[in-house]
């Protein structure tokens, strides 16, 4: 399995309020991605980042922000949680960028009342 | 605008019921194909990777096959082992963006 570990695994909040999720990698590898997932829309790209401090936007970015200090770490930060982030985020990582595949970890599933 | 649409939602098969997934897409200049494997609870776990048409990858009772338009899982003499949800995903970029489908959720009862 590859060296993904997302933390908290659970979390529940209030509108309002800022929540962060981390993303920690053991495999060294340059691209890290974060996604959201509902039912019946599927995975859906929020950011992603190609090296330390290097990032971009994805699908569904609005209300979110990232940062990699490290490239061991990719925090995905929601800086006023709405209950419309409900969701489960999975973080992938990627050795390459293109074609090849992104492993995941085993997600955060949050909820915000 | 990029798609990709995955059926049917659900099947149910009995042990050793063959059957197929479909994956069909509207990537344009489509990079890469991927087929994932998703537990409840768990985060996906790649399978495959097709790059061009024609192309065929096999892992014990799973095969995976693309054409220009679609790909297909085929699963051979399923076991409850199986059961799982399991997407598609389209790479759209050279970033490695994914356009994931909505996934096919399969129960295999013995």
């Known amino acids: 399995d590859a060296g993904i570990t997302q933390s908290p695994r659970h979390k529940v909040t209030e509108t309002g309020t800022p929540v962060t999720l981390r993303c920690h990698q053991t495999?060294?590898?340059?691209?890290m991605y974060w996604y959201r997932q509902d039912p019946g829309h599927g995975l859906r790209l929020i950011h992603y980042s190609y090296g330390v401090k290097d990032t971009d936007k994805g699908e569904v970015s609005d209300g979110y922000s990232v940062s990699r200090s490290k490239t061991e770490d990719f925090l995905l930060t929601l800086e006023s949680a709405t209950s419309s982030q409900t969701s489960v985020y999975f973080c992938?990582?990627?050795?390459?960028?293109?074609?090849?595949?992104?492993?995941f970890g085993d997600g955060t599933r949050l909820s915000i009342l | 605008e990029d798609q990709v649409t995955q059926s049917p939602e659900a099947l149910r098969l009995q042990e050793g019921e063959s059957s197929s997934l479909n994956c069909s897409y509207t990537?344009?200049?489509?990079?890469?194909l991927f087929w994932y494997r998703q537990d409840p609870g768990k985060g996906p776990e790649f399978l495959f990777t097709l790059y061009s048409a024609g192309e065929e990858k096999e892992k014990e009772r799973l095969k995976a096959t693309l054409t220009k338009k679609e790909s297909f899982l085929h699963i051979t003499a399923p076991k409850p082992e199986d059961s799982a949800t399991y997407l598609c995903?389209?790479?759209?970029?050279?970033?490695?963006?994914?356009?994931f489908g909505a996934g096919t959720q399969v129960v295999v009862t013995p």
């Open positions: 495999e060294n590898h340059r691209y």
């Open positions: 990537v344009s200049g489509l990079r890469g």
């Open positions: 992938a990582i990627s050795w390459a960028r293109g074609n090849q595949p992104q492993h």
């Open positions: 995903a389209g790479v759209t970029d050279s970033w490695g963006k994914l356009q």
